[in-house]
């Protein structure tokens, strides 16, 4: 069993900051993980995602992510943050097919908010 | 956009009363969600389907049942609506051989 844990539920900063989002997931077998974002009233956008490859995925909007697997984690940056960027953002995982048997079940991280300040 | 409705998109109902969610979607992909959003709990899965009259429990199923007669309709059933249940719902879909999914804009359920 997969699970993801975001580590604090709010995050606030200065406009023009860097923007660091906390994500550990924890695997038995290799993962695939994602970042989602989600403006009030709306649903999951998605931002970003890792699957093999290269451990440094660029996303939409700036952000970026970068893969550690000895530090099991999947953290989500960005340089300058703006405004617009204010949102809810969740890490998922969900498990390399072993069989096709994982049907791309997504485990979420329970969200961090960001505020951005002028 | 994905080609994914949601309805309705806002209702309130009776605890004890049947409720119904659909999801919609226009581009045959095979494989079909139902989360729940929650405070403090991010997102988790009810119910999926992984194509027609083919679906399974996800981690939150209790009090939940779901149906999919057609590729391109996913539903979702609260036999007896209990207060437990308000959230708000969100259908998502993922085509074979790709690895992200994506999301309807989301129902919300009030229970009194």
């Known amino acids: 069993a997969q699970s993801v844990t975001q580590l604090g539920s709010h995050v606030s900063v200065s406009e023009g900051a860097l923007v660091l989002l906390r994500c550990n997931y924890s695997s038995s077998v290799p993962p695939y993980l994602f970042w989602y974002v989600q403006y009030p009233n709306q649903g999951l956008q998605l931002l970003l995602k890792?699957?093999?490859?290269?451990?440094l995925v660029k996303g939409i909007n700036g952000f970026e992510a970068e893969f550690k697997k000895s530090e099991t984690s999947f953290h989500l940056t960005k340089p300058s943050a703006h405004m617009s960027d204010a949102a809810e953002y969740f890490c998922?995982?969900?498990?390399?097919?072993?069989?096709?048997?994982?049907?791309?079940?997504?485990?979420f991280g329970q969200g961090t908010i960001l505020t951005v300040h002028p | 956009d994905a080609g994914i409705t949601q309805s309705p998109r806002h209702k309130v109902t009776e605890t004890g009363t049947p409720v119904t969610l659909r999801c919609h979607q226009t581009?045959?992909?095979?494989?079909m969600y139902w989360y729940r959003q929650d405070p403090g709990h991010g997102l988790r899965l009810i119910h999926y389907?992984?194509?027609?009259?083919?679906?399974d429990k996800g981690e939150v199923s209790d009090g939940y049942s779901v149906s999919r007669s057609k590729t391109e309709d996913f539903l979702l059933t609260l036999e007896s609506a209990t207060s437990s249940q308000t959230s708000v719902y969100f259908c998502a879909i993922k085509s074979a051989g790709h690895y992200e999914q994506y999301f309807g804009p989301g129902t919300r359920l009030t229970v009194t």
């Open positions: 389907s992984y194509g027609v009259k083919d679906t």
């Open positions: 998922a995982v969900s498990l390399a097919n072993a069989g096709g048997t994982s049907y791309g079940k997504l485990t």
């Open positions: 890792y699957t093999t490859g290269a451990t």
């Open positions: 581009e045959n992909h095979r494989y």
